[in-house]
């Protein structure tokens, strides 16, 4: 097994941040607004269209929305270690505060079997609620310790792997 517990170590100690990409500023119609509220997040697809090519990944989201909401939402994965999921989340203002980012997060933990999140490098104090709902949702395990949070999907066939990877950075 790979010395995860280094890795991460070092790569928290370059306090490098990627890159977002950048996103559209959009308005919204109340039809678009009712059918965000609505959604449910079992019913965001994903798709990967590209990286940065130095362990960024770029996703897209595919359904439910129209073109103008989709432009809005910007989803990038960092890998750590190339076992570790972390996301980036960059929404336009008139997309925030909706309930968007927790139907987000819980979409792709499934997509991704889990994502992680680092506490030190949280930007937006959103996060943390996020973070609190994606706890409380069914499908999901989610650990904390004073690094960062992980969630992972019951349904991924690694998830004891991921457990046992996360007690150890949390040591």
Known sequence: MRNYVQTY??????QLFPELRVLNNIDLTRRDLDQIKSVKWENL???EVGSDGNKIIWLELTEPFNDNIK?????????????IYQIHINLADSLQNIGLGSKIYRSIVDWAGHLYS???????????NIWKNLKEMEGVTCLSSKLGDICISNKNPDKEVLENIFSKLSN
């Open 71 to 83: 432009s809005g939402i910007k989803v990038d994965i960092q890998l750590i270690g190339d076992s």
């Open 9 to 14: 170590r070092v790569w928290e100690s370059n």
């Open 118 to 128: 680092g506490k030190g490098r949280r930007h937006n104090p959103f996060v943390n």
């Open 45 to 47: 697809n994903w798709k």
